[in-house]
């Protein structure tokens, strides 16, 4: 069942990710990556993680609206593109990991330069 999970979430972020290219018009979520997608055991919801290159918090805030407010569209395309029984409730999430991995290149460049 795990691996179907994993197969599934794959089918989804690439799904997501197409239709953000092409269907969504709002210029809030240009420049918005998704990085990842995690399912619940029973398929019901879907956390979608997403990212943007801007460390701007009113850029993240604003692409997280833009993003919500698609949210139906989008449910609505991956119902039609992944065969599913039930189409899983969608919400964005940030993905901080780009943000740490940042962080942590500052500081093993100031480290560096201590030194």
């Known amino acids: 069942m795990k691996h179907r999970i994993g197969r599934v979430e ?8 197409d239709i953000l290219l092409k269907l969504v018009n709002d210029p809030r979520v240009d420049g918005v990556t998704i990085t990842g997608v995690q399912l619940t055991g029973d398929l019901q919801q879907a956390t ?19 993003l919500d407010k698609a949210s139906g569209l989008i449910r609505r395309e991956v119902g039609k593109r992944v065969r599913l ?20 290149d500052e500081l093993i460049a100031e480290a560096k330069r201590k030194d």
């Open 48 to 66: 979608i993680y997403f990212s943007i290159l801007s460390d701007d918090e009113a850029k993240v805030a604003e692409a997280q609206a833009g």
């Open 85 to 104: 029984f039930k189409v899983p409730s969608i919400t964005f999430a940030q993905d901080k990991s780009v943000q740490y991995g940042a962080r942590i």
């Open 10 to 17: 794959t089918q989804i972020q690439r799904e997501v990710d």
